[in-house]
């Protein structure tokens, strides 16, 4: 690469020597004197050889093209993967819920964008080198202060633009939040998950002046940098002119004095000009390179960021945990004064939890939203980690197990389930991937959730491309999304020693939703259980109860129990089943909390 930049670089000055030997040759001839046979051969000898100059720059030129481009895929594609590693990579999901990260994540995939401009302004800085040498040594031929001149006339204007694309960057970096922002919108504004409610709300008027507004913050800040840098700039651009214009006149002086050649003033013109091109190339170049360096340099922090949770963590002894007590299928789980806090959030979301939950216990979390029910269960998948005190399994901290061995003996079926656009066969081997190729248990666990007709729709149902937007996906209800969740957790009941459901059946009717809880009861029966639920039906079903309430344990018990003790969980439970039992209770007069009731999962998508 470095050979075709070279000949790239140099051919234009050898074109320009050769032009002026022509132009020397032909003037300096002598009709009367000369031989016209001797002097065309050493022209045509020339012309050959300029012919073969303009063969080689432009061979060089598509040749260096063809390996650039290549080079430039080749770079963005691996940098693209090391980021797709990178974040998937991340044990823990702190990434998904850290303004700074997400402000990184997103500065590091435009800069992935930058590279293949990277490598050629590199290439266009290296062929400036190659070119700026021959250039500068025919020029100072003619006066050693010509391109001297010119460089240090130039120099300013060019300087500065480095300056200004420093200034540019560092307001890219301030304006990511709000960039970021703007692409929120527009994912609400285009996306299918809000198409629903953006039309039945007529929302678009809202959401599209949430996005002119960001948009013109944003453009505007951007705009007035650039009006002050484009002048800055034209003002310096003034004294390179005038360097330029003395280089000319001494040249045409020293013509006119026959100091010099026709053949110097034509070739001489040319280099002038080239030099204060080939300067503007390299330094430019080489400005936008270092701006292009900045953009790119959230990459390299993204790969270079650590993930609080590191992968493969774990002294060998624990590592052994799960295989030593095989036996011991379900987990002891215990929580010692346990606290969390999210990052950059003022208040905790636990504080000082002291929870055992004992093997083969099914326990139920119940409790008011942001109670701090779904963060314990976060903590339980150490998705998380405390923020204070420590989580045991089994007796051992949890920290000090392999996480990869302690996540493969957790099953998990969660409100804000994965949809994940695959095949069925792939949905439901997600819980388990080495039973992917295990037809009879996979129908199995489909046939368990009611979704038999999904597996025997067509040849192979299995294959059936589940997911809307693609042109053979097949959406499904939101109800069926769910069953398929429970299909994927059950793909895990015989590994499983950890079960964790939060809100397992919020979008299913009463129908599905008892055969469901019949399965997972099964499952349950078999591992230690915790269920998160607003429905105080199935918190009555669990062996235990307890009560969360602004981050704390208030009260724990069975259902008899806590009905005794007239607390927080008998007034919880008390409201609901009024919702259920008091005739005058109807959507008109109702003061019922609805999340309590299972309100909030909202109108399900149509069948398929």
Same mark, same amino acid.
């Given at each position: 690469?470095?050979?075709?930049?070279?000949? %790239?670089?140099?051919?234009?000055?050898?074109?320009?020597?050769?032009?002026?030997?022509?132009? &020397?040759?032909?003037?300096?001839?002598? $009709?009367?004197?000369? &031989?016209?046979?001797?002097?065309?051969?050493?022209?045509?000898?020339?012309?050959?050889?300029?012919?073969?100059?303009?063969?080689?720059?432009?061979?060089?030129?598509?040749?260096?093209?063809?390996?650039?481009?290549?080079?430039?895929?080749?770079?963005?594609?691996?940098?693209?993967?090391?980021?797709?590693?990178?974040?998937?990579?991340?044990?823990?999901?702190?990434?998904?819920?850290?303004?700074?990260?997400?402000?990184?994540?997103?500065?590091?995939?435009?800069?992935?964008?930058?590279?293949?401009?990277?490598?050629?302004?590199?290439?266009?800085?290296?062929?400036?080198?190659?070119?700026?040498?021959?250039?500068?040594?025919?020029?100072?031929?003619?006066?050693?202060?010509?391109?001297?001149?010119?460089?240090?006339?130039?120099?300013?204007?060019?300087?500065?633009?480095?300056?200004?694309?420093?200034?540019?960057?560092?307001?890219?970096?301030?304006?990511?939040?709000?960039?970021?922002?703007?692409?929120?919108?527009?994912?609400?504004?285009?996306?299918?998950?809000?198409?629903?409610?953006?039309?039945?709300?007529?929302?678009?008027?809202?959401?599209?002046?949430?996005?002119?507004?960001?948009?013109?913050?944003?453009?505007?800040?951007?705009?007035?940098?650039?009006?002050?840098?484009?002048?800055?700039?034209?003002?310096?651009?003034?004294?390179?002119?005038?360097?330029?214009? !003395?280089?000319?006149?001494?040249?045409?002086?020293?013509?006119?004095?026959?100091?010099?050649?026709?053949?110097?003033?034509?070739?001489?013109?040319?280099?002038?000009?080239?030099?204060?091109?080939?300067?503007?190339?390299?330094?430019?170049?080489?400005?936008?390179?270092?701006?292009?360096?900045?953009? !790119?340099?959230?990459?390299?922090?993204?790969?270079?960021?650590?993930?609080?949770?590191?992968?493969?963590?774990?002294?060998?002894?624990?590592?052994?945990?799960?295989?030593?007590?095989?036996?011991?299928?379900?987990? &002891?789980?215990?929580?010692?004064?346990?606290?969390?806090?999210? $990052?950059?959030?003022?208040?905790?979301?636990?504080?000082?939890?002291?929870?055992?939950?004992?093997?083969?216990?099914?326990?139920?979390?119940?409790?008011?939203?942001?109670?701090?029910?779904?963060?314990?269960?976060?903590?339980?998948?150490?998705?998380?980690?405390?923020?204070?005190?420590?989580?045991?399994?089994?007796?051992?901290?949890?920290?000090?197990?392999?996480?990869?061995?302690?996540?493969?003996?957790?099953?998990?079926?969660?409100?804000?389930?994965?949809?994940?656009?695959? !095949?069925?066969?792939?949905?439901?081997?997600?819980?388990?991937?080495?039973?992917?190729?295990?037809?009879?248990?996979?129908?199995?666990?489909?046939?368990?959730?009611?979704?038999?007709?999904?597996?025997?729709?067509?040849?192979?149902?299995?294959? !059936?491309?589940?997911?809307?937007?693609?042109?053979?996906?097949?959406?499904?209800?939101?109800? %069926?999304?769910?069953?398929?969740?429970?299909?994927?957790?059950?793909?895990?009941?015989?590994?499983?020693?950890?079960?964790?459901?939060?809100?397992?059946?919020?979008?299913?009717?009463?129908?599905?939703?008892?055969?469901?809880?019949? %399965?997972?009861?099964?499952?349950?029966?078999?591992?230690?259980?915790?269920?998160?639920?607003?429905?105080?039906?199935?918190?009555?079903?669990?062996?235990?109860?307890?009560?969360?309430?602004?981050?704390?344990?208030?009260?724990?018990?069975?259902?008899?129990?806590?009905?005794?003790?007239?607390?927080?969980?008998?007034?919880?439970?008390?409201?609901?089943?009024?919702?259920?039992?008091?005739?005058?209770? &109807?959507?008109?007069?109702?003061?019922?909390?609805?999340?309590?009731?299972?309100?909030?999962?909202?109108?399900?998508?149509?069948?398929?």
């Amino acid at each position: 690469m470095t050979l075709l930049h070279a000949l %790239q670089g140099i051919g234009p000055a050898l074109s320009l020597l050769l032009l002026k030997i022509v132009i &020397d040759t032909v003037t300096r001839f002598d $009709p009367a004197t000369g &031989d016209v046979r001797a002097t065309m051969s050493s022209l045509g000898l020339i012309i050959v050889a300029f012919f073969f100059t303009e063969i080689v720059m432009d061979s060089a030129e598509t040749l260096g093209g063809f390996v650039m481009s290549g080079l430039e895929d080749k770079v963005e594609g691996s940098l693209k993967r090391d980021i797709l590693v990178k974040v998937s990579g991340f044990n823990d999901i702190s990434l998904f819920e850290n303004p700074d990260l997400l402000n990184l994540v997103h500065l590091a995939q435009s800069g992935v964008t930058k590279i293949q401009s990277l490598a050629s302004k590199l290439g266009n800085v290296t062929v400036g080198v190659f070119a700026f040498v021959p250039v500068f040594i025919l020029s100072a031929s003619i006066a050693w202060w010509i391109p001297v001149l010119i460089f240090l006339t130039s120099l300013p204007s060019i300087l500065f633009q480095g300056r200004f694309e420093e200034q540019t960057w560092n307001l890219v970096e301030t304006q990511a939040e709000m960039v970021r922002d703007k692409r929120v919108q527009e994912e609400m504004l285009s996306g299918e998950p809000f198409a629903k409610d953006i039309r039945l709300f007529r929302l678009q008027g809202f959401f599209l002046r949430r996005w002119d507004h960001l948009y013109q913050s944003a453009y505007r800040e951007m705009q007035a940098l650039r009006k002050k840098g484009t002048a800055v700039v034209l003002a310096w651009s003034l004294l390179s002119g005038l360097g330029i214009a !003395t280089a000319y006149v001494y040249l045409i002086a020293g013509t006119l004095t026959r100091q010099h050649s026709v053949g110097d003033l034509a070739v001489f013109t040319g280099l002038i000009f080239q030099v204060r091109s080939i300067l503007f190339i390299l330094l430019w170049n080489t400005s936008n390179l270092f701006a292009l360096c900045l953009e !790119t340099r959230p990459v390299f922090t993204l790969l270079e960021t650590m993930p609080s949770i590191a992968g493969g963590e774990g002294t060998a002894d624990a590592a052994d945990t799960f295989e030593t007590n095989s036996a011991k299928k379900a987990a &002891d789980i215990e929580f010692r004064n346990v606290s969390f806090r999210y $990052p950059n959030s003022p208040v905790e979301s636990l504080s000082r939890v002291n929870l055992h939950i004992l093997a083969g216990e099914t326990v139920a979390i119940v409790g008011e939203n942001g109670a701090g029910k779904t963060t314990l269960a976060k903590l339980a998948c150490r998705l998380y980690d405390p923020t204070g005190g420590e989580i045991l399994w089994d007796g051992k901290p949890l920290a000090t197990l392999d996480i990869t061995s302690l996540r493969s003996r957790i099953t998990w079926v969660g409100q804000d389930f994965a949809r994940f656009v695959a !095949t069925l066969r792939q949905n439901v081997a997600f819980g388990w991937l080495p039973s992917l190729d295990d037809n009879e248990k996979i129908k199995d666990m489909l046939g368990s959730v009611g979704l038999t007709s999904l597996a025997e729709r067509g040849g192979d149902g299995l294959e !059936t491309l589940i997911g809307a937007g693609l042109e053979k996906g097949t959406n499904l209800s939101g109800g %069926q999304w769910q069953r398929l969740a429970v299909a994927r957790a059950l793909m895990r009941k015989e590994e499983a020693r950890l079960m964790i459901l939060d809100e397992p059946t919020s979008a299913l009717d009463p129908r599905n939703e008892y055969e469901i809880l019949s %399965q997972l009861q099964t499952l349950a029966r078999s591992c230690t259980g915790i269920v998160i639920t607003h429905r105080l039906s199935l918190a009555r079903a669990c062996d235990r109860i307890v009560v969360f309430d602004k981050g704390a344990i208030v009260e724990s018990g069975t259902h008899a129990e806590l009905m005794r003790r007239e607390g927080l969980y008998q007034e919880m439970f008390v409201r609901q089943a009024s919702s259920y039992l008091d005739p005058e209770m &109807d959507l008109h007069n109702s003061n019922r909390i609805e999340d309590e009731n299972g309100m909030e999962d909202g109108p399900q998508d149509d069948p398929v």
